[in-house]
């Protein structure tokens, strides 16, 4: 079966530092581009960055530009937002996606929650 399972979120401070995860596992992970999105009650998911597959071409949200870092590590199926610099504005569900293009398929995580605060 197919899953994206997240960790590494919970609450900082502002100005703090988190780095979430995405263990995928139940398809061919290298062949698949890799997204961070983020919600809060009451709007619409957003893009926060995205990573080809092959992790050479990345892709962010201006509001998140310089201070988040996508990556990934395809030997260990995992994908990963460092995030810098945060800012109560920050505070959402993250998800992780999966989407390979060329036959429409999409497979999305569960979510974590980012709350930063005082």
């Known amino acids: 079966q197919v899953q994206l399972v997240e960790s590494g979120g919970g609450l900082v401070q502002p100005g703090g530092s988190l780095r979430l995860s995405c263990a995928a596992s139940g398809f061919t992970f290298s062949t698949y581009v890799m997204s961070w999105y983020r919600q809060v009650p009451g709007k619409e998911r957003e893009l926060v960055a995205s990573i080809g597959n092959t992790g050479a071409a990345t892709n962010y949200a201006d509001s998140v530009k310089g201070r988040f870092t996508i990556s990934r590590d395809n030997a260990k199926n995992t994908v990963y937002l460092q995030m810098n610099s945060l800012k109560p504005e920050d505070t959402a569900v993250y998800y992780c996606?999966?989407?390979?293009?060329?036959?429409?398929?999409?497979?999305w995580g569960q979510g974590i929650q980012v709350t930063v605060s005082s």
């Open positions: 996606k999966a989407l390979r293009r060329d036959v429409n398929t999409e497979y």
